[in-house]
């Protein structure tokens, strides 16, 4: 089992930057990839981001491409997310996710954090 646990989520302006991170825990040796979720309100949640453990092969949703960048330090078992030109439609509930399986990254996690707040406004 692998537990995850988010932190780094505020309040922020629009147009302001805003860093989170995941540790991750237990039996991590077999990661092939980890990712970030987010869910606002009322809707679905939604894949933002995802890298690969090994390698650090990095994919992003279109909307956040160019404002956000992920990241990983193996050796702490941390993911980033480093999030610029915040909008107000990226208000959410941020979810860090863990993969043991290859394949598409926009799906198929396995272990999920508690999940994060963060709001963009004014």
């Known amino acids: 089992q692998v537990q995850l646990v988010e932190s780094g989520g505020g309040l922020v302006q629009p147009g302001g930057s805003l860093g989170l991170s995941c540790v991750a825990s237990?039996?991590?040796?077999?990661?092939?990839?980890m990712g970030w979720f987010r869910q606002a309100p009322g809707k679905e949640r939604e894949f933002v981001a995802a890298?690969?453990?090994?390698?650090?092969?990095?994919y992003y949703t279109d909307s956040v491409k160019g404002r956000f960048s992920i990241s990983r330090d193996n050796a702490k078992n941390t993911m980033y997310l480093q999030m610029n030109s915040l909008k107000p439609e990226d208000t959410a509930v941020y979810y860090c996710?863990?993969?043991?399986?290859?394949?598409?990254?926009?799906?198929?996690?396995?272990?999920w954090g508690q999940g994060t707040q963060v709001t963009v406004s004014s």
């Open positions: 890298i690969t453990w090994s390698l650090g092969y990095t």
């Open positions: 996710a863990a993969k043991q399986t290859n394949g598409v990254l926009r799906n198929g996690y396995h272990f």
């Open positions: 237990g039996r991590t040796f077999s990661t092939y990839a």
